[in-house]
């Protein structure tokens, strides 16, 4: 309270104290209430994260030109209409990798 113990204090100004230290009660309580609420926490962090991701992509695809957007998708639409050579591609590339890591095991 801000006045001194030994001085009195009229009712009005007690009443105002009082609901005064009842507001700051109520916010320190909505504060830790909102510090136990983990989940709370982790939904704020999710959205968090999906923002910046969501940022991110914008980002690459403004700065991205044109025409390596146009080879990508060159890229991925010759792979799926011929999928045959990719798939040799990628079991040699897998044959590679397991030879180097039989011989790094031997040696």
Known sequence: M???PNQQ???EQLRREI???RRELGETVAQLANKADVKAQAREKVQEVKANVQ???DNA???TPDSARGGAQQVATGARQH???LAVGGALLFGFLIGRR???RSA
Do not use: M, N, Y
């Open 55 to 57: 940022e991110a992509k």
């Open 83 to 85: 999928p045959g050579p």
């Open 2 to 4: 801000s006045t001194p």
């Open 102 to 104: 039989i011989g790094r």
């Open 19 to 21: 609901e005064e230290i």
């Open 9 to 11: 204090t009229d009712p």
């Open 61 to 63: 695809l403004r700065h």
